[in-house]
């Protein structure tokens, strides 16, 4: 009988700790070849609607599945995960998946974090203050000893509602501030997560030692990042090279400009499998790139 998950069921189980032990777990089995995740796939619809579906399969844990949701204007998003079994093709489970996504979302920064940020990064910088931004905080809270950030957004009021609700939540001091430059000031850990279609983060910002999570910007005309951020970032990873080639505009527009080669953009399976170093040294400045798998 096939399970069926709220996303208040789906709550009650789902903790940060077990979606970073769980995607930690899932790149590592990627970088051994035991588990493949093709890049999303979007059909576009009449007035603007899109249908995106991403799928993944694990042979080694014994599941497959997809992640589906459609984007009509006008209307709420709704996220949905299948779950088959790779033995039978049964349907094992149907889940509402739209807090799930964003802590998933989060729990790979935060492994990407725990494999490239410095061990002993402490302070925070977040530009965007949606719900995206709040499981991208809490993820690095878990893998590194943060003690403080701040953070940055367009709108003062959501800021300010931001850095009281999650300071309570995290413990730590989050203070709003009134630019990106601000923001990021000796910051040791850098969260890149909006809606802009323009780069909010610039190079010239950026100082030794620093991790940038980028996550927001995942179609070919959105940068999060100018030129400049991405081409003195010193070790590149994505989460997956392929769908980056085809989203990540971060790297897209440097890669045609010729300030970086995909070459040297590294997959987060191979860091974690350990084919690929995360960092070479601790005045490195390294950025992951998030487009979102399965």
Known sequence: MTLYLTESE??????????LETVEQAF??????GATNPPRSRIRLPAGGLFNFMCAAAPGAGVMGLKAYGVAPGNPVKFYVQLFSTETGELLALLEAGDLGQVRTGAASGVATKYMAREDAETVGVIGSGYQARTQ???????RPIKRARVFSRNAERRE??????????????SPVESGEECVADADVVIVMTSANRPVLNGEWLSEGMHINAAGANHWM?????????RRSDVIVADDIEQAKMECGDL?????LGSIRWEQVR?????VGGSAPGRNSDADITLFESQGLA
């Open 10 to 19: 789906v709550n009650e189980v789902l903790t940060m700790e077990l979606a």
């Open 161 to 174: 509602r931001f850095a009281t609700r999650m300071g309570e939540r995290l413990g730590i001091d989050i």
């Open 137 to 143: 905080l809490e993820a690095i809270c878990n893998v």
């Open 252 to 256: 897209i527009y440097p890669a045609e």
């Open 222 to 230: 959105r940068r999060e990042l100018n030129g400049d951020a991405v």
């Open 28 to 33: 590592r089995l990627m970088s051994e070849g």
């Open 267 to 271: 997959s987060l399976a191979d860091v």
